[in-house]
DNA sequence: CGATTAGTTGACTGTGTTCAATCGCGGTGG
DNA sequence: CCACCGCGATTGAACACAGTCAACTAATCG
């Protein structure tokens, strides 16, 4: 077994969506993807491309924006280990309409579409697994534009805030990313959420160490503003 | 066959996930759902309730909305026949996290949490469609995101009427429901969106008749101003 | 045709963006 | 381990956009 295969089959063996297959199983579809690697900074896909594959992110981050008409990115999602991407490719010859960027060394796993077409068809439960994950991210996206269209950027900041915490079992959180992606993932500019840090810092509720952490002291009080 | 059966049977019927199954498959799918009707204004769910049904929409319009923390809210679709919403439910016993309200006289087919996953162990084909139509529904979701974003209210009506033209063909479009809709859809106010349509008319760009009906003069202008 | 609801318009205010200058963290090499 | 440099982050000032509240008008439905 080539240090490729083994790479490969390791890389399917993490993905929730390829759980529960039999080895051989695994091994088959493991036969079917190939493997990429990405420096951090290289493009994965443009929009205006063909969407042609599945991606699944073995290792590392990926940034996938989307251009705005006036010219400014949006940040869409953050895919780590485990991810996939491109699911839309399984129906139609679509293009893309958003940007992929590797945002760290990152080695991914492609899949044709005609390949996981075939998967899916012949294991059911899969597509049962990929739906409840884009079922699960769309739902995600309304909660994100709900937020988004609340005109407020503190309140914004602070769900977010409150999010990571949660996310991270932790009041002491770390920034997934940079103030800029994490501005442009509010829809607000970097200015504007150091801004709001910074007063928030003052009013005694958060407290800032270095660039991306970010101790909450008073949750109380930025729940209180997300609800008003 | 009773005047209900036959009324599910042709609810199933219409619906795109369930097309290309056998005539007695189909019946027995529709054994399976009940129908429900409801009246102009009257809530289908809450938020807080349990997620445990989902409901295809055979008649009617069906508004999707989501209480922001702030308490306004945000529209985030409208279901006309064919759709369906509540496919959360299929995976966890989940809470809803926005309101649906049928917004004119509606007639709803809804199965079971338990119905479904049956129906859907039985035919894996049906699962490939509903995930189509949900990744379809999270490329539109993430492409409304990116809107909402776009600081300038001017940029996100123009980028509207221009999706609606298409979707209509025809430079004669009727607005899919009421200003104030619209309005909270594209996030922000029913007075700002307003103003913006008089300043367009001003300019000549569109034409106002009556509240649902524009007629669009210079559509070459309105994608100028969404690519600045 | 009249009532009711939807939409329009005006004046004011507040928040966030923009552009530009400066700061300081954190990684790199000596 | 410390000093340096570059980029991310911060801060300031001016301006403009859109939200709010309130009064008014127009369209649609029975």
Redesign the interface.
Known sequence: MSEGHHLKTHCIQLVPIFQNLETEEMERIASLSHVQTYDKGDMIYHAGEEENFLYIVHKGKVKVT?L?????E?L?RILESGDFMG??A??TKNIH??YAESSSPTELCVITREDFQEI??KH?EI??K???E??????Q??????????Q?AE?RIA?YLLDLAEEQHTNNIVLPMSKKDIASYL?TTQETLSRKLSSMQEKGWINQKGHRHIRLLEKESLFQI???
Not at 68 to 72: A, D, R
Not at 141 to 150: I, Y
């Open positions: 989307r705005m008409e006036n010219g400014k949006q869409l699911e839309l399984l129906f309409d958003s899916l068809a059911p597509s049962m990929v739906l409840e884009v079922s699960h991210r769309l739902s996206a309304e909660k994100l534009m709900t937020q988004l269209s609340a407020d309140i769900s829809g997300t609800h008003s």
